[in-house]
């Protein structure tokens, strides 16, 4: 009875240990379950919360189709259709640009592409470029998805003209090359001079090289650090070659203008129908002189050709064999004419100097200088204007200048006076042609008036026409 007891304990316990598991336990062992899933997942919130977010983006648009690729696809589904679409709406685009020490993987990372993009980009266009030849100044423009986990185009500058694009059609990657030719276009420019001759070339959306072109054309007869001032204007007809949108290089200066309080010079490009082109005057006189005015953009003239000058280091009266130029350390010295190097070296109180040999026994003596062009030796053949060294302070100086000399016949004579003649004017029977030629040109410089505003246009319909007479020849 007192085992019976027991037994009848022991099964009613069991009963209702089971009754609580089964009734009341499932609901709460579910919850333990529960519970420890939201850990599970606030832990790995909390240690990478980003790529918790990005898992979410990803599901939300299904599996990552770009991992899956390249995988034809002979149709393209509506949905598919709808996707892409619903991509190229959200679609941003990143610029980079290749960096000095970088590769295109670096690059790429800068701007937040992966890897496994970078990799993509690679394999697409291994058949027409190789990464490995990327250099500094490159650009590249990458179109992603919103995600940045899908490659939507591509686009690699490896120079102006030579660009590799990748572009996506539904699941396939497209390689291709894209070459772009140069495109001449002539525009016309005028600018008031306000500070310095570059802002006034800057004002119009030039650079340097224009301003370098400009100055050249007007060397044999102005220094333009000295002979512009603000309040005058400058014009210019000029060729500016494209590739796309980019601008390569100026092509020919057509026509060019200073207008100064006291002096207005003029310059028109023109070539014969036989013989090499230059530059003219509206009369026909030519431009180019035997030798320029000056060799060198200066600040001033600090010491004139004075054949009894009292020495300002020596404090005696010696002769000054050639006029002296004030300009900055490293100012470009150009040669004064065509000729042949004679002597490079230093020379006591010259310092480092150069000689040139020149047509008609004329030479001319360059002094004092900080360096010469690279490579610059005994025997080299130079041409007008050709860079030759840089200004200094070598030798006998008190500071920075070029010392100038001009020789005729082995006797030293003052280059601010020595007879610079010019080259031979346009001939009598090529004035018509010539005429012809300018005319258009030389009406479109006085058509562009300029108030306070820098004018910048393409050129209109009559200087076209006549740089058609140009071409070919
Ligand atoms: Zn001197």
């Known amino acids: 009875m007192r085992l019976t007891g027991y037994v009848v304990l022991g099964v009613a316990v069991l009963v209702a240990v089971n009754l609580y598991a089964f009734v009341w336990g499932r609901k709460s062992l579910r919850n333990v379950y529960r519970t420890s899933q939201v850990d599970r997942v606030r832990e790995s919130g909390k240690k990478k919360k980003k790529a918790g977010v990005r898992a979410a983006v990803v599901r939300k648009r299904g599996p990552n189709r770009f991992l899956r690729m390249p995988r034809a696809i002979t149709e393209r589904t509506m949905v598919e259709q709808e996707e892409d679409a619903l991509l190229e709406i959200e679609a941003f685009t990143v610029h980079g640009r290749i960096r000095r020490g970088d590769n295109l993987y670096s690059s790429l990372k800068r701007v937040g592409v992966n890897r496994l993009l970078g990799d993509i980009i690679v394999r697409t266009l291994d058949h027409l470029y190789n990464f490995r030849r990327a250099r500094p100044g490159q650009k590249l423009k990458i179109r992603l998805s919103q995600d940045r986990q899908?490659?939507?185009?591509?686009?690699?500058?490896a120079s102006p003209g030579e660009i590799y694009r990748i572009v996506r059609r539904g699941k396939k990657l497209l390689a291709m090359k894209v070459?772009?030719?140069v495109v001449t276009r002539i525009f016309e420019l005028a600018a008031p001079v306000k500070s310095s001759l570059w802002a006034t070339f800057k004002s119009m959306g030039e650079d340097g090289r224009l301003l370098a072109a400009f100055t050249a054309i007007f060397s044999w007869d102005l220094n333009l650090y000295t002979d512009v001032h603000p309040g005058d204007v400058v014009r210019l007809i000029v060729e500016k070659q494209f590739q796309g949108d980019?601008?390569?290089?100026y092509g020919r200066v057509l026509a060019a203008e200073l207008v100064g309080k006291r002096k207005r010079v003029r310059a028109f490009w023109y070539r014969p129908p036989a013989g090499s082109g230059g530059y003219y005057d509206e009369q026909g006189n030519s431009l180019h002189r035997m030798l320029l005015k000056a060799p060198l953009r200066y600040k001033r003239i600090s010491s004139l050709f004075d054949p009894k000058r009292m020495h300002p280091v020596l404090h005696v009266i010696r002769a000054h064999n050639g006029v002296d130029y004030a300009a900055p350390q490293g100012t470009p010295i150009w040669a004064v004419a065509d000729g042949e190097v004679v002597f490079v070296g230093r020379n006591r109180a010259a310092g480092k100097m150069i000689v040139l040999n020149h047509e008609n026994n004329v030479r001319s003596v360059y002094m004092h200088m900080h360096g010469y062009r690279r490579g610059l030796k005994k025997g080299d053949k130079v041409r007008q204007r050709q860079v030759i060294g840089y200004v200094g302070a070598t030798g006998m100086a008190t500071g920075p200048h070029l010392h100038y000399?001009?020789?005729i016949g082995g006797v030293y004579v003052d280059p601010m006076k020595h007879n610079r003649t010019r080259r031979p004017p346009v001939a009598p029977k090529y004035r018509a042609d010539?005429?012809?030629?300018?005319?258009?040109?030389s009406g479109t410089l006085g058509s562009l008036r300029t108030g306070d505003k820098p004018i910048r246009r393409p050129a209109g319909a009559t200087v076209l026409k006549t740089v058609k007479k140009y071409r070919g020849r």
């Open 150 to 157: 899908r490659l939507l185009g591509f686009e690699y500058q």
């Open 179 to 181: 070459t772009r030719p």
């Open 434 to 441: 010539f005429i012809h030629c300018i005319t258009p040109l």
């Open 246 to 249: 980019e601008l390569i290089r």
């Open 405 to 407: 000399g001009l020789k």
